[in-house]
């Protein structure tokens, strides 16, 4: 019996990682993310985004983690509803998307070999908003980790499926770095004009994005305040 107590929440573990990934990895998308944040990191060198790069990822890991542990207690807390979280969230997406897409052009980030920007004072304060927040965990992924920690399986101890979703987290925001940290390289081969174009293309897909957690907050809130709207 003690063993197929351990058999099963070894099985529910590796549920728990892998209903994490899967449902956190498509609507965070990394590597979609990365002309994105690019264009956001224009003017840092190599050596000053790889620093970037990793307080990004562990900013999203604690973002996420704390969102799947306590996110709904403070949401709660503060008589806030995900309806609306989406709605305050979209319209962040919406409004850092429509600067992008009506920013001049200007030499593509990948160059790297001009000086320094100075951003030492506000480096942090830069990692978090908005790289890390909402353009890397925007509202629907804070929404999806909000809803994996809200409905834990019924009979499996609740430690087992924190940290079945913990490890998802870190696969996750592993992925975000590499991603990140290599961006250069990964638009290196499209040059000046492809890598302008990916931007572009890029904001205008993360401004439908934007207007689509909108949508879906303010379609909460409707039903949430006319049921028979339904």
Same mark, same amino acid.
């Given at each position: 019996m003690? $063993? %197929?107590?351990?058999?099963?929440? %070894?099985?529910?573990?590796?549920?728990?990682? %892998?209903?994490?990934?899967?449902?956190?990895?498509?609507i965070i998308d990394p590597l979609g993310g990365t002309p994105i944040y690019l264009a956001m990191t224009t003017g840092l060198t190599p050596a000053q985004r790889s620093p970037m790069a990793r307080t990004v990822s562990a900013n999203s890991f604690l973002l996420l983690l704390a969102s799947n542990l306590v996110g709904a207690y403070v949401l709660d807390f503060f008589g806030l509803s995900i309806p609306a979280v989406q709605v305050a969230g979209g319209l962040v997406v919406c409004a850092i998307a429509w600067s992008l897409l009506n920013s001049p052009n200007s030499p593509p980030a990948i160059a790297g070999d001009g000086p320094p920007a100075?951003?030492?004072?506000?480096?942090?304060?830069?990692?978090?908003y908005p790289l890390t927040m909402p353009?890397?965990?925007?509202?629907?992924?804070? $929404?999806?980790?909000?809803?994996?920690?809200?409905?834990?399986?019924?009979?499996?101890? %609740?430690?087992?499926?924190?940290?079945?979703?913990?490890?998802?987290?870190?696969i996750v925001t592993a992925s975000i770095y590499l991603c990140y940290r290599y961006a250069d390289r990964i638009l290196n081969k499209l040059g000046p004009t492809g890598t302008g174009v990916v931007v572009r293309l890029s904001a205008f897909i993360l401004l439908c994005i934007g207007v689509q957690i909108c949508w879906n907050g303010l379609h909460g809130l409707i039903i949430g305040a006319f049921p028979s709207a339904a």
């Open positions: 003690h $063993s %197929l107590n351990i058999l099963n929440n %070894l099985h529910h573990f590796a549920t728990a990682v %892998l209903l994490a990934v899967g449902a956190l990895l498509p100075a951003v030492t004072e506000d480096f942090g304060l830069r990692a978090f353009l890397t965990v925007g509202p629907g992924a804070i $929404s999806i980790a909000l809803t994996l920690g809200a409905n834990p399986t019924r009979g499996v101890p %609740l430690v087992v499926t924190a940290l079945g979703h913990a490890l998802g987290i870190l």
